[in-house]
């Protein structure tokens, strides 16, 4: 979880950034079933205007400008904003925070037909203002749709390979469900519709999305691709940077060692593939 703090988020995401985007072929084959559901729902369509939230090192945006829209990205990660621009070129990629930006300044242009996000919309620390203020941008029947996470019980990649990571930052694990900024802030349905409908957003839908997170789909156990995605989270990089300094490289290779033997402990049959259960949430402006 990140703070409510601007300079705080700001500061979190700088240093996580690096990592996902390290990752980002890994995020991006393991969470393809997810975008594939969400760019079906966005029903991304030649000539609109597309805002992606969050958009990370630019996996939506390039299924936009694959579609033929008019891409354009907002994140608070210097080293996302910079990836997505040289994966997509042709996209408008903008260094901001979507809650607080004024979107119609920073990428000038026709109001937007559809806004996306993949996981990006969770952490808004006064969603209710933030979304009132994408629908500002969004043209009359504008089209919203983003992937969330439901709850944790539902999900035990939330779990698996983060105990290590934990218990080298001397903290517990979080277990809750809570609607604070962070990973499960939408996962009750009643407040997505709640927050979006006080945002002016009509039609709101959130829908179960359930799928397999495949960490094997290269034909290996999936144990490696687990324990790189594990480190690279925010979780990963505080553990980082609170271990090397104190024990040094070969006291992190140890917990890198203990993260992996939790990862392994995942694997069936040879595969490590984690059940994921996400809302799909759709609304009109």
């Known amino acids: 979880m990140t703070g409510t703090d601007p300079a705080e988020v700001a500061a979190t995401w700088a240093r996580a950034g690096v990592g996902w985007v390290r990752e980002a072929a890994l995020f991006d084959a393991t969470f393809a079933p997810l975008t594939r559901a969400l760019v079906a729902a966005a029903d991304l369509q030649p000539g609109v205007r597309l805002l992606d939230v969050g958009c990370g090192s630019g996996t939506l945006l390039a299924a936009a400008a694959e579609a033929g829209a008019e891409p354009v990205g907002v994140d608070v990660s210097p080293a996302m904003v910079e990836a997505a621009r040289r994966r997509v070129p042709s996209a408008t990629v903008v260094l901001a925070d ?27 620390d006064d969603p209710t203002a933030a979304f009132a203020r994408i629908h500002a941008a969004c043209a009359p029947g504008g089209r919203l749709a983003f992937v969330c996470w439901r709850r944790r019980g539902e999900n035990p990649s939330f779990a698996l390979g983060q105990g290590a990571l934990y218990r080298a930052l001397g903290e517990e694990p979080d277990t809750a469900d809570s609607p604070a900024p962070g990973p499960m802030a939408f996962a009750d349905p009643d407040r997505v519709r709640t927050v979006l409908g006080a945002a002016g957003w009509r039609d709101v839908r959130p829908e179960p999305l359930d799928t397999v997170l495949d960490y094997s789909f290269d034909g290996s156990d999936g144990v490696e691709h687990r324990t790189a995605l594990v480190l690279a989270t925010s979780t990963g990089a505080r553990a980082h940077d609170t271990v090397l300094p104190r024990l040094g490289e070969d006291g992190w290779r140890r917990v890198v060692a203990e993260v992996r033997t939790e990862v392994r402990a995942g694997v069936v049959d040879g595969a490590l593939r984690l059940p994921a259960a996400c809302w799909l949430v759709t609304a009109t402006a």
């Open 98 to 124: 979507a809650q607080r930006a004024d979107l119609d300044a920073e990428a000038p242009g026709a109001p937007y037909d559809r806004v996306v996000s993949r996981f990006g919309v969770m952490f808004f």
